[in-house]
């Protein structure tokens, strides 16, 4: 590969050292210089993943980024050579992949890649800008309804995908338990209080979180093991990346063991988190001298662990309502920003607080602006950032005035628990950020991205707002969609076309899936919620449906001119599942009618009907081989290195995506469409549900519901219990 720095020829006027000096100096005093080429290997190496050896006619250059408020780059191919020149690792990587996709070559996704390179380079001249610094990505939560089981393989598959797509804000937070095991152990904990402390491997992220304690536990030593050792290798492929890992930090929550052993210490016990019944979590107060003595012990160690970083995570209020009093609310809430920055900043000076913005949108009762600028009031605005990450759902970032100055981060969610429904909203996301960079009241906005809390579905949403940063919406939509679609299948046609714009107005469309969370009970669909008469007064699903069916129609009759192992047969599968899921949904309700109303007939033909539909769409998903229930449930068992270990890790990935935890409403929080889970675990509890049902109105008895429920409720924990994988 040709760099384009400064080379120094063997002349005899420069042989002397003295002359050397001289000049390296004044090139580096006047800031003339260029980073060398070892400083791409990193971006090199993600190429030659990706394409193999024809990364070696890629010259990758970085260049002194002057302004350090955003990035760029440009490609240039001339004589065979794909010239990339950029301010950054990533901005490179993600220079390449756009000219990659732009010529129809490539595209990166979770459900697999298709690569089909040209003999030779078209003619090719494109620059990128983005007016974000960072490009932010990854919930706190995803390290429970994605992560949990996966090994360095598939995190380097993770970081590359980052990397060309351009994000350098990724959070990091695998591997902290090894960490927090050594801390607690230096106040005393046994290795018995902390079993007691940690929650089991899937539901670590609302431990940290102080959500909760213990559910599901214990963690294997081995599993805390396993994260220190793969969090060492994330952190230092996005480091030589040029990313900016954002890793955890105090916020002030302690084992209940720890509790008991500082009687005279400022901790608050707290109310069960969700109504779920949980455990009790315990809070230090942040004007106990405790506060900065945890928390600056906690980041010497991660930092003796893991190496310096430059962002620290820190929520103390993750749906949870912070415990201030009502006459001194506003300068115990400042108390609490005060000490969590100081914390990091006398432990890392100069690194930057990074809190999840969720909370004042989950909460607004409480986080009114008068709430919100007193947390934030003591900590500097160029030492924060607030990741406003749900504006698919809130308008937090106008109604709490841009964060009264501080540093903040614009974003989505998209993505809650894992769930997959086919949904997303590609006009919505290029008006909001039209809007957003034309808006005088944005504030110190710094950042762009999504949070989803569950990866590995609707990839077209995360493809398109990656790449809205870097066209700031000035490109049409139909226009993105067409080079998109082209990368993906290699080709289309004018029925692809059609077919995608019907997709566009149909599903989408839709921001916000609105049925995972209808009637307040979680469940992506109503066939995956825990079964109820209820069902009769929904409303309806969010999309077009027809158009949906129309779009299923065209996309089948183009089939034919694809490869059976092309992305296009995925998302086929793909939005043919979920029209037919909308479909048992509108069948279960008048199948729950008509058993009401005794016209048992018409139930039975109905039963029948979504009983074949369910079974139909798990046999369809067998196309889809990652969203099957057997590969999650297998990838926690083999996580194990023994028996008792994956024992454990089983029966968490089973309650995760089912039952969750607790007494509350969070059971089918993380409900899957995939395989298995149509035919084992969805239809059993409708096809109880309906039998019951059925019986009561032959017998005309009273039917009810109640008991139905709670026997349903002990068959789902059985489930979770029993070793089968499905």
């Given amino acids: 590969m040709k760099s384009d720095c400064l080379e120094f020829k063997n002349y005899n006027s420069l042989i002397k050292n ?200 214990p963690l294997p030593q081995e599993f805390i093991n396993k994260k220190k050792e793969v969090q060492k290798q994330i952190l230092q492929k996005m480091r030589t990346l040029g990313m900016h890992p954002v890793v955890p930090a105090f916020s002030g929550y302690v084992p209940k063991a720890f509790a008991e052993s500082h009687p005279n210490s400022k901790i608050k016990e707290l109310k069960s988190w969700s109504g779920g019944g949980f455990e009790s979590t315990y809070l230090l107060d942040p004007n106990d001298p405790l506060f900065k003595e945890i928390g600056k012990r906690f980041i010497e160690i991660y930092t003796k662990t893991y190496g310096q970083s430059e962002f620290y995570l820190a929520d103390s209020f993750n749906e949870i309502t912070p415990p201030v009093s009502e006459e001194h609310k506003y300068e115990e809430l400042a108390d609490y920003g005060k000490t969590i920055f100081e914390t990091i900043n006398e432990a890392s000076p100069k690194a930057t607080w990074v809190m999840q913005g969720w909370l004042f949108g989950d909460n607004k009762e409480f986080w009114t602006k008068e709430a919100t600028k007193a947390f934030l009031s003591k900590v500097p605005n160029d030492r924060m950032i607030v990741q406003d990450y749900a504006n698919d759902r809130y308008k937090v970032w106008e109604n709490q005035e841009a964060f009264y100055g501080k540093q903040w981060s614009y974003g989505y969610v998209h993505n809650y628990g894992g769930s997959n429904p086919v949904y997303g909203d590609l006009n919505f996301y290029k008006k909001e950020l039209t809007s957003l960079l034309q808006n005088p009241n944005k504030g110190n906005i710094v950042g762009y991205g999504v949070m989803p809390e569950g990866l590995n579905n609707n990839s077209i949403v995360y493809e398109y707002i990656y790449d809205l940063p870097w066209t700031q919406g000035k490109e049409p939509v139909e226009e993105w969609l067409k080079k998109h679609l082209n990368a993906r299948y290699g080709k289309t046609s004018a029925t692809v076309i059609e077919a995608w714009q019907l997709l566009t107005e149909s599903v989408y469309s839709t921001k916000y ?63 043919s599942r979920h029209y037919y899921s909308l479909r048992i949904d509108d069948l279960l309700m008048k199948c729950v009618a008509a058993y009401q109303s005794k016209d048992i007939k018409k139930g039975d033909d109905l039963f029948k009907e979504i009983e074949k539909t369910a079974f139909d769409i798990d046999r369809m998903m067998s196309g889809q081989p990652l969203n099957n229930l057997n590969y999650w449930l297998k990838s926690a068992w083999d996580y194990g290195n023994s028996p008792d270990a994956s024992k454990i890790y089983l029966k968490n990935a089973k309650a995760l995506i089912t039952l969750w935890g607790g007494e509350g409403h969070l059971n089918d929080y993380a409900s899957r469409a995939w395989k298995g889970m149509y035919k084992d675990f969805y239809w059993p509890r409708w096809k109880m549900f309906l039998q019951a049902q059925r019986e009561s109105a032959v017998s005309n008895a009273t039917f009810d519901e109640a008991k139905v429920r709670a026997s349903i409720k002990q068959w789902e924990e059985k489930w979770c219990e029993n070793k089968e994988m499905y």
């Avoid at 919620?529 to 129609?553: C, H, M, S, Y």
């Fill in 18 to 217: 003295s002359i050397l000096v001289f000049v390296m100096v004044f090139l580096l005093g006047s800031k003339v210089y260029c980073q060398s080429v070892d400083n791409t290997k990193s971006a090199l190496a993600v190429m030659e993943r990706l394409i193999g050896n024809r990364a070696k006619e890629f010259d990758l250059n970085l260049i002194e980024n002057k302004s350090q408020n955003a990035d760029w780059s440009e490609v240039e191919v001339t004589g065979n050579r794909v010239k990339i020149t950029g301010t950054s690792n990533t901005s490179v990587c993600y220079a390449a992949y756009t000219f990659l996709r732009d010529i129809g070559a490539a595209s990166v996704s979770w459900e697999g890649n298709r690569i089909s390179l040209p003999k030779k380079w078209p003619a090719y001249s494109k620059k990128l800008a983005t007016p974000f610094k960072y490009r932010k990505y990854l919930n706190a939560c995803t390290f429970g309804y994605t992560t949990p089981w996966w090994d360095w393989k598939r995190w380097e598959q993770e970081i590359d995908w980052m990397a060309l797509h351009g994000i350098n804000l990724p959070t990091a937070l695998e591997g902290q338990e090894a960490v927090w095991q050594e801390l607690w152990k230096a106040y005393g904990l046994t290795d018995g209080q902390l079993q007691a402390h940690f929650a089991g491997p899937a539901f670590l992220p609302w431990q940290r979180m102080g959500n909760i304690n213990s559910l599901d536990g």
């Fill in 513 to 575: 899936w609105e049925t995972r969370w209808w009637n307040d009970w979680a469940g992506a669909y109503l066939f995956f919620k825990r079964p109820t008469l209820k069902v009769t007064e929904f409303k309806g699903n969010p999309g077009d449906k027809e158009k949906l069916k129309q779009a299923i129609d065209l996309l089948k009759k183009e089939a034919k001119n694809f490869n059976k192992n092309n992305l296009y047969n995925y998302d086929v599968i793909d939005v």
